[in-house]
Every structure is written in structure tokens, then in C-alpha cells.
């Protein structure tokens, strides 16, 4: 009972975490170039808006510079915030996966999982999405999974490194030093890898 309890609590920390997604206006952050990257297979033949949606915003730009604000060991890295709070962008997407009546979509949260972050509404998710750090059952079929960390999962790992704050929500999930993706681009249009478009993550 405690076990489902305490999975019941952390979905509320990605189904609370996302109003609507206002325009790009986040604040300038600067790092210094890492080199270490990660790279996203997508699946349209699950979840084809949301993988629509993204690469939309992957080509215009809309992920440079942005942020992961929100990382919890044990359940997941969030981001894609223009403000690195709770905005995102000004389109929001049919929810697609099964509680939304989008059955097509079977993929479930394991590690690695690339999913869409929402509000109350299931038609919320616009631009915030999360990699699952390890298998999240309590997520499948409430949530639109539509890619895979396929490359440089250890790179995600690393999130977990950086010493973070507790939330208001009582969750040490805030990085004291910013997690930014310094370019976000796609790599393939996905013919030469199964109909699936890949996406670089290069962080800062």
C-alpha cells in the first residue's frame, strides 16, 4: 500500500508540473560546453502528433538553452521549460495513450523512456517532456511515451550528480547548478533507421 502510495505521489509531480506553454523567453544562462550528448529515438508509429509536435520544436530551435529543472532519483529528469518552472509552449497536443482513449500507443515507462509531461487536462502536454531513470508501471497508459534514450543514458545518469534543493513540494528535485541542453537538433529523419527520427541532445 505504502509502495502505491508513494507512486501515486510522484505521477503528481509530473501531472501538476504543467500549465499551458507560453512563448520561448527563458532566461540566459551561461555554462561552459560539455561535450557529452545523449541521443532520442523517436516513435511515430506510437504516438505520432506528440512525435510531430516535438520535432516541430526541435527544428525551430524552440530547445536550445533550455533547462532539465526537475530531477528526482529513482523516478525521472524533466524539462523543456521556456522559464524552467512549470510553462511551455503555445500549442498543446492530444493526449495519446489508452486513459485518453489512444490505445495505439502500447509503449510503456521503462528506463530510458522519453515521455510527454501534462497538466490535469490530458490534452495539456505541449513541449515538457521526461526520461524515465528506471521503470515507471504506474505511468504506462496515463502519460504519451514516444522515445527512447538510446545513446548516452549515462549522460542522463549524471543529472543525478548535481546537488539539488528540495521543491515546494517537498521532493529534492531542483538542481543548484543548471542542467541546459545547449542544442537540441535532428540527426535522421528516421530512413535510415527503421521510419524512427533520432535527436541529439548536446548539454552545456
Do not use: W
Not at 11 to 26: E, M, N, Q, R, Y
Amino acid at each position: 500500500m505504502l509502495k502505491k502510495f508513494i507512486s501515486f505521489m510522484l505521477a503528481l509531480v509530473i501531472l501538476f508540473s504543467l500549465a499551458s506553454c507560453g512563448s520561448k523567453d527563458a532566461e540566459e544562462i551561461k555554462v561552459s560546453e560539455s561535450g557529452k550528448y545523449f541521443i532520442i529515438e523517436l516513435y511515430p508509429e506510437y504516438a505520432p502528433k506528440t512525435v510531430e509536435n516535438f520535432l516541430k520544436l526541435v527544428n525551430e530551435g524552440f530547445y536550445n538553452g533550455l533547462k532539465f529543472h526537475r530531477v528526482i532519483a529513482g523516478f525521472m529528469a524533466q524539462g523543456g521549460s521556456p522559464d524552467g518552472t512549470s510553462s511551455g509552449s503555445a500549442t498543446s497536443i492530444e493526449g495519446e495513450f489508452a486513459s485518453n482513449g489512444f490505445t495505439r500507443n502500447t509503449l510503456k515507462h521503462e528506463r530510458g523512456t522519453v515521455s510527454m509531461a501534462r497538466g490535469t487536462d490530458y490534452n495539456s502536454a505541449s513541449c515538457q517532456f521526461f526520461i524515465c531513470f528506471s521503470r515507471q508501471q504506474h505511468l504506462d497508459d496515463d502519460y504519451a511515451a514516444f522515445g527512447s534514450v538510446v545513446e548516452g543514458m549515462d549522460v542522463v545518469d549524471g543529472f543525478l550528480d548535481i546537488e539539488r534543493t528540495y521543491d515546494s513540494g517537498g521532493y529534492l528535485s531542483v538542481p543548484v547548478t543548471p542542467i541546459v541542453m545547449k542544442t537540441v537538433e535532428q540527426i535522421s529523419d528516421g530512413s535510415d533507421h527503421d521510419g524512427h527520427p533520432m535527436v541529439k541532445v548536446t548539454m552545456a
